[in-house]
């Protein structure tokens, strides 16, 4: 189990560590202004992925991994993406009121990506690799538009961006053996409504993360927007990396026993994630931020509560899909997610402070958590988790421990990172086994 994890995580893994990277030295060396411009263009490319997908990319997932006559049927779905992709380039019309609405045009091409494919026809590690190409680059062209100081960073990140997917996009069909392209078929949008419940909880997950994007500018000044951004894509980033856990075993995950490991596993990460930036958070957010952003470590901690949060239940996710469970499960994330808009923009009235953002963060994680917990109830579900919590809790010490003798530095940092994984690479991997299901 671990040695599949790790070998898609070295692609999709590097390729997020990289955007942090990059989006340290793009907020050190751009203004609140720029920061905020490339995070509503991010955020409205991933709402065009979302929109495309919707629910018809889950129950493509699901169909297809489990059909194995699946290039039929996948036609009729790429041809519905590409159709969804050409209406959603009307939008660029707004363009009028916000330039950044030019990415639309960039709809179809983002609908012709048939990367889904790739994870459930069980190709993960070329599907990370390609989630790698497609981080690397528009970023690498990023950062050196903000290096040469050029005019436009925004306008090149959206050129790299698309022709990034275009050659992507014939890699990914070379490699499931299919056509290059679909062609527009009105009649396929009829997909989009058998699998509308699934597409609401798209939607509404993404408005628990960086969909809040669109939504801040309208209530929170520049700087606490720009923020917001980096602890948005930070939390995002998070649970892509648990994504790769979720996308290596869809097929397994119908086994309940499965889900618990995952969820295991996903635990350990979330408690990492909060261990370290609790112990540490001048090094912490100084290494992974910057260090003119220490100044706002309650956001950060507060965005590491709620992936934590999200972490310990995260296969629930899947099991409801697989279970088809989609009418609940839609319900669901449109309360969280409505719950987590709400706080946002009401607390913003008494005072408009990022850390509000992690508050709405921790309360719409909670919500989703508690309404699954109900959905998929199973006996000594929430006692399990909580067992595995609280058993692992003693290597909270670890860090602390050392944090207390040395300080808030990066060399004990990196010394009680080292012995954390260490210790509990030793404790659990025999533990986290499965056996591989071709």
Aim: with cysteine.
């Amino acid at each position: 189990m671990l040695k599949r994890i790790f070998t898609i995580a070295l692609f999709t893994g590097a390729g997020q560590l990289f955007v942090v990277f990059a989006l340290k030295y793009i907020s050190q060396h751009s203004s609140p202004e720029q920061v905020k411009a490339i995070g509503q263009i991010d955020s409205l490319v991933l709402f065009i992925m979302n929109v495309i997908g919707l629910g018809l990319q889950s129950s493509a997932i699901r169909n297809l991994a489990l059909n194995n006559n699946w290039k039929e049927e996948y036609q009729q779905i790429q041809s519905a993406r590409i159709t969804m992709g050409l209406l959603l380039a009307a939008g660029t019309i707004l363009a009028f009121v916000n330039p950044y609405y030019i990415i639309f045009l960039a709809a179809p091409i983002f609908g012709w990506s048939g990367d889904y494919a790739l994870y459930a026809r069980g190709y993960p590690i070329a599907g990370s690799i390609i989630a790698f190409i497609r981080l690397l680059i528009p970023f690498s062209f990023l950062m050196l538009a903000v290096y040469y100081q050029l005019e436009s960073p925004p306008i090149i990140y959206i050129s790299s961006l698309i022709i990034t997917y275009i050659l992507s996009n014939f890699i990914i069909s070379l490699i499931l053996k299919t056509e290059y392209f679909f062609f527009p078929v009105i009649k396929n949008l009829r997909l989009y409504i058998e699998s509308f419940y699934l597409g609401v909880v798209i939607l509404s997950l993404y408005f628990i993360g960086l969909g809040l994007m669109l939504v801040l500018p309208y209530f929170y000044e520049d700087p606490a927007v720009a923020i917001a951004f980096l602890g948005l894509k930070f939390y995002v980033i998070f649970k892509g990396v648990l994504r790769i856990i979720h996308q290596a075993f869809i097929k397994e995950m119908v086994d309940y026993e499965v889900c618990f490991k995952v969820d295991q596993i996903a635990g350990i990460i979330g408690m990492s994630f909060l261990f370290f930036i609790s112990c540490f958070p001048n090094t912490f957010i100084g290494l992974f931020f910057g260090e003119k952003f220490i100044q706002y470590k309650v956001y950060f901690i507060l965005v590491a509560i709620a992936a934590f949060i999200y972490s310990v239940f995260s296969s629930l996710i899947i099991k409801a899909m697989l279970e088809k469970k989609d009418k609940l499960y839609a319900l669901t994330c449109f309360f969280s997610a409505f719950l987590t808009l709400l706080v946002s923009i009401l607390f913003s009235f008494f005072n408009a402070t990022v850390v509000y953002v992690g508050v709405s963060l921790i309360l719409g994680e909670l919500l989703f958590a508690s309404g699954m917990l109900v959905l998929m109830y199973r006996p000594g579900f929430l006692q399990e988790r909580l067992f595995f919590i609280a058993k692992n809790m003693f290597f909270f010490f670890i860090p602390l421990s050392i944090k207390f003798f040395f300080g808030d530095e990066l060399i004990p940092f990196i010394l009680s990172l080292a012995g954390f994984a260490f210790i509990m690479i030793i404790t659990y991997h025999k533990q986290f086994h499965i056996n591989q299901i071709n």
